[in-house]
């Protein structure tokens, strides 16, 4: 689709982190590999952007980490805000200025944002009734709230969510609620906020986003038609904690700007930082965001459209002077192996780690996340595709073509372009596929169809391949003696030369059309045809390379990834899984209290085991033979076979046992008493033994 407008410069934002957490997978390919490859698109096309990024820093779940760690919110957030920022720098996402929001230049400038709106009565004071911790002597934040599910009745639903069941919640819904802080029930008391009054904006959200922005993707539009369907309603703008912004305004003690009031200013704030920093280069902040030339596109997830379409757009139009976001390109989500990526349970792919387990392979998981991007549905990274995309693209096409082409010229031509001879049919033929490209990638750019685009660009590796292997230099070079042992230029020797030449031009246009993609590989390959002197506008050109310009030496560009690599990703995923199963397990609820007489009565002692074995024609039991201590031998059979395939490694255990049940017939065996097992977590079990070599017939007790 053709843009409506030709701008002078262009603002693009990407969806601030939440600093209680490193980067996964899912970030990236929702958010800041797209941003990037955009981004560095513009800066090719040699327009006037500004890429702004920085860490999103307030709100509940931060104040929660640092509690249960026993350090303050700002120590939580610049442990990750450094974690973030240096990940984001190794992976190449070239933001202009990440910056933060507990910086200085952002609490002032959001709380004169907020001001503003409070003193031109466009905010509007409710007072509601929220839960109050009596003992911690404060108002509990939704996720300070714990209780039962009203739905599914999970005993751990929080006051915003049910994880088990997945409904949406308010506190106040929760059946036997608790305060996280201090485990005691909250009572509802009385406070005041002021809201956005987003009904009033109704009717011009529909006119500017229904209406004038029919080109979004249809994700982003019909989610906010869903939203705008129904009557909108005021939301607050403040909140009772005690991290975050103060709310600027007399009598607000204890109050603090809404995490999503403040955080979408950071765009804005962090755009002031980095101009006072380099007004020179930069300007003004405002030319960046109140001037109507200046294009501003914001890359977020799904999670975040109605934030930044109407909450961030309604908070901006209610202030005055500022631009209003032209596109919105809202990825879907991607999920990890089948199953939904989670934070909390720590099923993902951390950018950090990654970094770690595949040094230099930056490129790697920037082309297998974009050409798996979830741009119109939710989709699926998995490792097996990750090492499959590597293997049988990034080295078999693109790799392949680069070492062929470049490793023949260094080998025929001691690595010096050669010239271009007469053209065959085949030559025209390949040059004629790949001459549209800059086309082609741009139009798909310029639509954020980044998946789409990466395509085009390997397709120059396809089309250069095809070329290569159909018309086989190393069998025409063959056909004639080598002029430098004194034999005659003959047409095998010159037709190589032109085949090289056509090869070498694809490679130089190669490194031009995966810039935006692949930034590191794409800087090697430049380094490898000796150049720095190629730019965007040249991209679909035969003549890029001259005739007897030097090349250095042949290195790959992208080397193979193992099963053992791949494998061992597999099992921490593996290994994340047990510990969540492990953790989530909880045990069985405690049964009614019973008085002290009762428990005196089970007789509960120590047995040597002497033999077991599995009874014949029974999958369930098997048959102990005991010392107990009393100089005969005791025989119980216990229904746990299906927990030992090997009941001889039980033998000379000592285990517990209740002596004085009443003897009972077990498929024809007489069973005097019962063997004493803990079920585990995942659901195993195991014999109860002592952790001493306590004599057989002592009594537990």
């Not at 031009?505 to 993609?517: D, E, K, R, Y």
Request: one cysteine or more; glycine letters at 6%.
């Amino acid at each position: 689709m053709e843009q409506k407008k030709q701008y002078k410069r262009y603002t693009v934002t990407s969806a601030l982190p939440y600093a209680n957490g490193g980067v996964h997978i899912g970030h990236l390919a929702g958010v800041y590999v797209p941003a990037d490859i955009y981004v560095r698109y513009l800066r090719a096309k040699k327009r006037e952007v500004m890429f702004i990024g920085g860490s999103d820093e307030h709100g509940v779940p931060i104040t929660i980490r640092a509690r249960k760690e026993g350090i303050t919110p700002q120590d939580v957030v610049n442990r990750y805000h450094a974690m973030i920022r240096d990940s984001f720098d190794e992976f190449g996402i070239s933001f202009d200025v990440y910056s933060r929001t507990t910086s200085k230049t952002h609490h002032q400038f959001a709380a004169e944002f907020f001001r503003k709106l409070y003193d031109e009565g466009k905010l509007t004071e409710e007072t509601t009734t929220q839960l109050y911790d009596e003992e911690a002597k404060q108002f509990l934040a939704d996720r300070y709230v714990t209780g039962e599910c009203p739905h599914c009745h999970n005993q751990g639903a929080y006051g915003d969510q049910c994880e088990k069941c997945g409904r949406d919640l308010s506190p106040t819904e929760l059946i036997n609620p608790k305060s996280t802080i201090s485990g005691s029930t909250p009572v509802l008391r009385e406070t005041k906020n002021w809201y956005l009054p987003l009904n009033e904006y109704q009717e011009w959200l529909k006119q500017w986003i229904l209406e004038e922005h029919k080109e979004w993707r249809p994700n982003v539009y019909g989610q906010c038609k869903s939203w705008l369907d129904m009557d909108l309603q005021p939301r607050a703008m403040t909140r009772d904690l005690d991290w975050g912004i103060p709310v600027p305004v007399e009598g607000a003690e204890g109050k603090v700007l809404y995490v999503w009031f403040d955080a979408p200013i950071g765009y804005v704030s962090n755009t002031k930082e980095l101009c006072e920093r380099d007004p020179e280069r930069w300007g003004s902040w405002q030319k960046w965001w109140q001037d109507d030339d200046t294009r501003l596109i914001h890359f977020i997830g799904k999670d975040n459209i109605v934030f930044h379409c109407i909450i961030f757009p309604v908070m901006m139009k209610a202030h005055g002077g500022y631009i209003m976001p032209d596109n919105v390109p809202a990825n879907e989500f991607l999920n990890l192996e089948n199953d939904k990526i989670s934070t909390s349970r720590n099923w993902a792919v951390w950018l950090h780690e990654y970094l770690v387990d595949f040094p230099g392979k930056q490129d790697v998981l920037r082309y297998v996340l974009t050409a798996n991007a979830p741009e119109t549905k939710d989709n699926n990274f998995t490792w097996k595709d990750f090492q499959d995309r590597n293997n049988n693209e990034l080295v078999a096409v693109y790799g392949n073509f680069v070492n062929r082409a470049l490793q023949l010229t260094q080998k025929y031509w001691e690595g010096i372009v050669p010239e271009r001879g007469e053209l065959l049919d085949v030559d025209r033929k390949a040059i004629e596929e790949f001459k549209d490209v800059k086309e082609k990638i741009e139009s798909l750019l310029e639509q954020f169809k980044f998946r789409d685009a990466q395509f085009e660009a390997m397709n120059l590796a396809r089309i250069g391949n095809r070329y290569i292997t159909e018309c086989e230099p190393w069998k025409e070079w063959k056909a004639s003696p080598d002029p430098s042992e004194g034999g005659e230029w003959l047409h095998g020797e010159k037709r190589v030369q032109t085949i090289l030449n056509v090869c070498l031009q694809i490679v130089a246009n190669l490194s031009i059309a995966f810039g935006p993609f692949l930034p590191f590989s794409s800087n090697r390959l430049r380094s490898l045809i000796n150049t720095n002197d190629l730019d965007w506008e040249q991209l679909g050109s035969v003549d890029l390379l001259p005739a007897g310009h030097l090349l250095n030496e042949p290195q790959l560009l992208f080397e193979k990834i193992d099963d053992e690599t791949i494998q061992k990703q597999l099992d921490k995923l593996e290994a994340t899984k047990k510990a969540n199963e492990m953790a989530t397990h909880k045990a069985a609820p405690i049964k009614d209290n019973v008085d002290f007489e009762t428990f005196e009565k089970l007789d509960i002692r120590v047995g040597l085991v002497k033999q077991c074995q599995r009874v014949p024609k029974s999958k369930k039991l098997l048959q102990f033979t005991i010392d107990d201590g009393s100089g005969q031998d005791r025989t119980i059979c216990s229904g746990i076979a299906a927990f030992y395939e090997n009941p001889e490694e039980l033998v000379g255990r000592r285990i517990l046992f209740v002596a004085n049940f009443a003897p009972r017939k077990m498929m024809g065996i007489e069973s005097q008493g019962m063997i004493l097992s803990a079920v585990d977590a995942d659901e195993t079990l195991s014999v109860v033994t002592t952790t001493k070599d306590v004599k057989p017939g002592s009594q537990v007790g």
